[in-house]
């Protein structure tokens, strides 16, 4: 396994559930962190735990706002040796009480987003041919369930896409690995009208203990997907 001392890591959703707890273990590990999520407050509360670690607001839904967010890291730090995307967005509901907002912003935050990060930092790793892009489709962009038409579609999309950027880099040591999670007991479910079993889910410090992993993956080889679902729910 490769170490993490002294890499340069972005983490969006850092705030989160997942985001803080991946936080955490990569900071143990004595990686260089910048953080990225929509809350300021949250933001420097989090990078005043880890010292060294750096933060920027801003809402991915806005792309403008992510080239800008891209320019400064690219000043400041030049390329990162590592992008973990974790924010995301969940709207689960009947395809007769979705509209055409929700599914859009889906899009906007769960598809739309990674492509703009990869704009945005893809370039700085090719030049030097190596780096490290972790997405979490999710099992849902893999086996859909019912209500999950805009979130489904969203997650669908991006493993789609990525498995394209895949094929543009395959004359580089830059590596793109999905996690592909169930259920995780997250502040994500807190504003989803589904009846769920938590104590039954995974962990979110679990979900951030599979990220760590993947973050040191070793030189000769590249894990494109890893799998980690609740016992009690194996849709794949």
């Keep these: 396994m490769e170490s993490l001392k002294g890499k340069k890591i ?4 850092a705030t989160g559930g997942i985001g803080q707890a991946t936080a955490q273990l990569l900071a143990a590990s004595q990686a260089q962190l910048f953080f990225v999520g929509r809350n300021a407050e949250k933001l420097e509360a989090l990078s005043q735990r880890f010292p060294g670690a750096a ?11 992510i080239a800008a967010m ?23 509901r009947p395809i007769e009480q979705l509209t055409e907002a929700d599914f859009l912003l889906s ?6 987003s990674t492509f703009c ?14 780096g490290l892009i972790v997405n979490i489709p999710g099992v849902l962009g893999k086996a859909p369930m019912a209500g999950a038409a805009a979130y489904s579609a969203s997650k669908y999309g991006l ?9 543009e880099i395959k004359r580089t040591d830059i590596r793109i690995t999905n996690l592909i999670l169930g259920g995780v007991d997250s502040p994500f479910w807190d504003n989803i009208d589904l009846r769920v079993q938590k104590d039954k889910m ?15 993956q070793p030189a000769g080889g590249v ?14």
Aim: aromatic fraction near 8%; proline fraction near 3%; include cysteine.
């Design 10 to 13: 972005i983490l969006t959703g």
């Design 159 to 167: 493993v789609g896409m990525l498995q394209s950027v895949r094929e």
């Design 70 to 92: 891209g320019a400064h890291y690219t000043a400041q730090y030049g390329v990162p040796d590592i992008l973990i995307h974790t924010a995301g967005i969940g709207i689960i």
């Design 117 to 130: 990060l990869l704009k945005a930092f893809l370039p700085g790793m090719k030049e030097v041919k190596k």
């Design 223 to 236: 894990v494109s997907e890893m799998v980690l679902q609740p016992f009690n729910h194996q849709a794949i």
């Design 55 to 65: 933060y920027y607001a801003i809402d991915l839904t806005h792309t403008d706002a």
């Design 107 to 112: 899009l906007q935050t769960n598809l739309i």
């Design 202 to 216: 995974i962990r979110m410090e679990e979900a951030a203990r599979a990220i760590w992993f993947l973050c040191q």
